[in-house]
């Protein structure tokens, strides 16, 4: 029932994007970047992500960071991700710089939602040798939801971080944030995971999963969003739910990608050639096909 309402209103609240079969969008979630010690996840990825967005800021895709982008509820101190990812966020700022970021918040950066702790942590970079602040993403307005609306089509897709309507990191989520900063983060570090978390927990993300399913089959919409950190294209006769994965896999970084006007799923990795050179390798695992078929109405 909360799912239902949760995910209802972000979709009336949702900034709106039209898309045609020119449009290019890649949806990336739960990156959870953190402060570059042993607990943080995204360090070993770091360099696949950055040549990854490279990649799509080159060839004019609009970047969507579906949530949990950076791990504020184990570093409320932004400062502290900022200069542990600072290569990371300066290709961040290429695509904010050239109006291609939108940037969802989630549980775990809910902090967002707070239009002055935006202004105080994201707007400037104060640069600790100059002893001098700069422009960083000044103006930054992050979202809840994003609605890709077709041109000629009228479908929708609603692009969220999909922690609407979980308890635990929802409605309970200061608590849930209070438990990880003090507890379970210091776990985190040996690899224990918070039972809180749908990441781990099998029956809570089938639930959750359940629980989009419906919203989707209620309201005839298209649904892509991440949290449960388990990529998901839809198979033949499936309703049309999509998960974004997450940055954090030992294997590599998932991706949703929308080009000439199909959506397709990618994961990227780092793999040695024939030759013995480590390189970062796009694989595709699932798709593409046309977005007119996951129009359910």
Known sequence: MQTDKRLTDAYKNAQVAYIDEDSKYVIMSDCHRGDGSVSDEFTRNQNIFIHALNHYYKNDFVYVEAGDGDELWEHHDFKHIKNAHFDVFKVIKKFYTHDRLVMIYG?????????S?????????????HREAYDFLKGLEPCEALVLKHKNTDQEILV????????????????SMLSLKYFWRFLHAFGIKN?????????????????????????????????THR????????????????????AGVTAIEIEDGSIQMVVWRIKVNSEGVLQVTRYLLRGPAPIENFDIR
Request: aromatic share 20%; hydrophobic share 25%.
């Open 160 to 175: 969220v971080h999909g922690h609407q309507g979980d308890f635990t990191n929802d409605q309970f989520w200061y608590a």
């Open 195 to 227: 039972p809180a978390s749908p990441v781990k927990n099998v029956f809570k993300r089938h639930k959750i999963e359940l629980n989009y399913n419906r919203w989707i089959q209620d309201h005839k919409t298209t649904l892509i969003c991440g949290h």
């Open 117 to 129: 702790y935006v202004e105080k942590n994201y707007y400037y970079y104060y640069h600790e040798h």
């Open 231 to 250: 990529f998901k294209y839809p198979r033949k006769n499936e309703l049309p739910y999509f998960n974004a994965g997450c940055c954090t896999y030992p």
């Open 107 to 115: 549980n775990h950066n809910i902090y967002l939602k707070n239009l």
